[in-house]
């Protein structure tokens, strides 16, 4: 009998069992998406999937666990050299702690050659094919890297890279290179020019760096992630004695953008035997904390605010619209949960591909509806397919389910009145805001709603009759006559955006939605403009009310601009209001 065989033969029978392996279907888009649970990935267990690069070629082994929905963080893994994806999996836990954290784990096996180089690019391939929506949604926001053995060194080279892509990294042991091949890579690389795109450059990243004992490359290593992460110089220490380098109390910024969070961890003593659930957990709930938002000039970094825990303040919601169960998130101020007061509301639309639970944490609007006494909704949109054979549940307002369109308004109506039956909402303010899809959403409540909404503002998004790139529903009869604007849209944005507006000759989408929008309000085409970094103004008034208001970012792609919650509301939104008879006021001032 041929033993070694018959070895291999048992050993893939229990890790085909073991590792839950599941064959994708030739087709997603003959998979039906259950709309009782349309927010559930539809593909879960273990799976192969091709990488390729112009230097090279590799695979991924693919894990997703029972509790991974789309838009959850996702994990990628250099595993070392010696043993195979399958193997490394199963003997150190890593499907047990997928399955605990809710992570999407995705390993790649460190090749010998090069010292990481050909994996470190395939980690940048990974980067970009985890996010096509062939078989799943994964957000920039939520990626992170661990390297174990020999794959620490191509993970290490990634970070040098493409630190600001990543929202953290753990490097578990054989920390090998010299410093100076890691810092090749120019500071500013990168542009922003694309929806998904890489950003190239470096910044403060949550970095884990657990070795064996003290070395000179350690040493180099936490002292390039000091630099980069601007941390103190005396560590403090948890309960297992790891070293934690805190960022330094000073900045010359405030927090709003980028927030300086990012620590740098050792540990010594530790050994790949060690490796466990537990441990993984341990490192995880550090370098898991934060997330990127893409943003001007760089993405951001701030700690992760979600939703779903209550300490965060939000109550879930849902309904079921049109056979399709609808979900949202609630924001109502602490101090005023139980007041007889009648509150403005706020609707918050997210992105194609994001989510509610998402743009709760990206926006800061419930920190915005916190301290200025609103109450804050963050719906979740419908479906949409963007591939021809590809995943079926992206998310996108006004989407296609079975090649029927959807409308979403008749959702938006039926969670504002669900709200109205529970809270004291002042129905004369309500407002409508969001980013790229969830703009085009802003646009068509300003269209479809205009007995709702009493301003709106779209941000990196909008639509308007004719227009090619977001088309307004069929039937769409209600005029926009009266109804305030108040939009900001990136320098950079190749869509939604331009260098300065131009609505005497039109020549981009911009120029012919403001053009729109003007004539419909009978605005004198003249406009003020004033700029105050990073955002330029242009406002249009009518009788001196700025009915509508475009602000421009530098050096910001089709992106969240930080402060747009803030200064929408500010600026814009509170000062106006619309009474039971349709009328609209400015500052008190009826229109």
């Known amino acids: 009998m041929d033993y070694d065989n018959l070895s291999c033969i048992l050993r893939e029978d229990y890790m085909m069992k073991k590792m839950k392996w599941v064959v994708l279907p030739e087709k997603q888009c003959e998979v039906p998406v259950d709309l009782m649970n349309p927010e559930k990935c539809q593909v879960h267990g273990a799976f192969f999937m091709d990488l390729k690069t112009e230097e090279t070629q590799g695979r991924m082994l693919i894990y997703i666990p029972e509790l991974w929905n789309n838009n959850d963080p996702v994990l990628v893994v250099a595993s070392p050299e010696s043993i195979t994806e399958e193997e490394f999996m ?34 940048g391939e990974a980067y970009k094919k985890l996010q096509k929506r062939e078989y799943f949604v994964a957000m920039q926001d939520c990626f992170y890297a661990m390297g174990f053995e020999e794959g620490s060194q191509a993970v290490m080279k990634m970070m040098m890279v493409m630190g600001n892509d990543w929202s953290g990294a753990a490097f578990w042991g054989k920390i090998t290179n010299e410093a100076e ?86 540990t010594l003593g530790y050994s ?126 006004n989407g296609n389910y079975n090649g029927k369109n959807i409308d979403s308004m008749p959702f938006v109506r039926a969670m504002l ?27 068509c409540c300003a269209f479809q709603a205009s007995d709702i909404f009493a301003a709106v503002a779209p941000w990196s998004g909008f639509t308007y009759p004719g227009s ?25 944005d190749p869509s939604f955006g331009a260098e300065v507006p131009n609505l005497l000759n039109p020549q981009c989408p911009l120029d012919y939605f403001l053009r729109y929008v003007a004539d419909e309000n009978e605005l004198n085409l003249e406009y003020d403009t004033y700029e105050c970094y ?46 039971a008879s349709g009328e609209r006021y400015y500052m008190g001032r009826k229109l």
């Not at 090619?468 to 950079?492: F, H, Q, S």
Request: with cysteine; net charge neutral; proline share 4%.
């Open 90 to 123: 199963l003997k150190h836990e890593i499907c047990e702690f997928s399955e605990k954290q809710g992570v999407l784990i995705a390993v790649i096996r460190t090749e010998k050659e090069g010292h990481g180089e050909k994996t470190a690019r395939l980690l």
């Open 181 to 266: 091949t890691w810092m090749k890579p120019d500071r500013d690389q990168g542009t922003q020019s694309e929806e998904m795109f890489i950003s190239g450059k470096r910044g403060q990243l949550p970095v884990w760096l657990l070795q064996e004992k003290e070395t000179e490359e350690l040493q180099q290593a936490k002292t390039y992630w000091m630099g980069e992460n601007r941390a103190q110089d005396i560590p403090v220490y948890d309960s297992r004695k790891t070293e934690i380098y805190l960022p330094k109390h000073l900045s010359m910024v405030s927090s709003i953008n980028d927030a300086q969070i990012a620590q740098v961890r050792v």
């Open 272 to 397: 790949i035997e060690q490796l466990s659930e537990s441990y993984l957990s341990y490192v995880w709930n550090y370098i898991g904390a934060a997330r990127r938002h893409r943003s001007y000039g760089k993405k951001v970094l701030r700690y992760y605010r979600d939703p779903a825990n209550r300490e965060n303040g939000a109550e879930y919601h849902q309904i079921v619209v049109d056979g399709m169960k609808r979900e949202w998130y609630e924001y109502i101020p602490k101090r005023l949960k139980n007041t007889e007061k009648r509150l403005p509301v706020v609707v918050v639309f997210h992105g194609r591909g994001g989510n509610g639970q998402s743009f709760f944490d990206i926006t800061d609007m419930s920190l915005v509806a916190e301290e200025r006494g609103f109450i804050a909704l963050f719906p979740t949109a419908d479906l949409y397919q963007i591939r021809p054979e590809g995943y079926r549940a992206v998310r996108l307002w």
């Open 417 to 443: 009145k669900n709200l109205g039956e529970r809270q004291n909402i002042d129905e004369e303010r309500i407002y409508a805001c969001g980013q790229s899809s969830g703009g085009y959403m802003t646009a």
């Open 468 to 492: 090619e790139i977001l088309k307004l529903p069929d039937n769409v009869e209600n005029t926009i006559a009266g109804m305030p604007w108040y939009l900001l849209a990136g320098k950079k």
């Open 534 to 579: 990073p955002i330029t103004y242009y406002i249009w008034r009518k009788k001196e009310v700025p009915m509508l208001t475009l602000g421009l970012v530098d050096d910001m792609p089709h992106a969240n601009y930080a402060e747009e919650s803030r200064i929408s509301y500010d600026d814009f939104l509170c000062r106006f209001k619309k009474d």
